[in-house]
């Protein structure tokens, strides 16, 4: 593992305090395979809970790249969201005791992504930078694809311009293409709830680019 930050986890008043490697988040797990794998999350966490350590690069190393890229769509800067997506990992190691398996682990996962975002946006204003092309395939002319550039920069600013809330369900349920009940689970709010605030952002977004394309 590369690049590893190490960070000193609790485990709780009884027990030893000790240093562990975290992945940040991008693919940085070297490529052998893990003699974990043929665990699900569950058994994986339960491992953790009892106190083994390398359960929990088999969790990372399967979540990594959905926590990473739901991080940069809610914060559209590469550096940003790798450092949200290892905090968030950080995190649930450190609380792993405190998951109570109610829910999936990769639910409870989302939602300290997105709260750690939600927080990352409140506390200072994310850097900006530009899409990356949006190309459908190899043919497009010029024009095209200074189009679709064009088209991908107005969603951006759109979606940036969205309440939190709002930001966070339409990540999840459009971007993310989540069902709304995971989305309801991840945010701990009502489905109907849910269902509202996308529709907002749907119309918010939709009256922001009206005229603009």
């Known amino acids: 593992m590369t690049k590893a930050t190490k960070k000193t986890i609790s485990r709780g008043a009884t027990k030893t305090m000790r ?15 893990s003699k974990y794998r043929g665990l699900t999350d569950a058994e994986l966490v339960k491992l953790v809970q ?3 350590v390398e359960p929990f690069d088999e969790l990372v190393r399967r979540h990594q790249v959905k926590i990473h890229d739901l991080c940069y769509k809610m914060l559209r800067n590469y550096d ?3 450092d949200m997506a290892q905090e968030t990992f950080i995190k649930a190691y450190r609380k792993i005791n405190k998951f109570a398996g109610r829910s999936k682990f990769s639910t409870w ?6 709260n750690n975002c939600l927080n990352f946006l409140k506390r200072q204003k994310p850097t900006e930078e530009l899409f990356e092309e949006i190309t459908s395939s190899g043919k497009e002319g010029p024009v095209e694809k200074y189009k679709s550039k064009k088209f991908g920069e107005m969603i951006r600013a759109a979606v940036a311009k969205l309440p939190a809330v ?5 990540t999840l349920r459009t971007l993310q293409d989540l069902p709304y009940q995971e989305v309801s689970e991840i945010l701990r709010k009502p489905v109907s709830t ?3 605030n996308h529709h907002l ?13």
């Not at 709002?166 to 339409?170: D, E, P, T």
């Open 194 to 196: 849910i269902k509202v």
């Open 109 to 114: 996962l989302y939602r300290i992504a997105v």
């Open 50 to 52: 009892a106190g083994e």
């Open 80 to 82: 940003d969201a790798k």
């Open 19 to 33: 240093k562990r490697k975290i992945s940040n988040g991008v693919n940085d797990f070297p490529p052998e395979v």
């Open 166 to 170: 709002q930001k966070a369900v339409f």
């Open 201 to 213: 952002a749907v119309k918010n977004l939709r009256q922001y680019l009206k005229g603009k394309i």
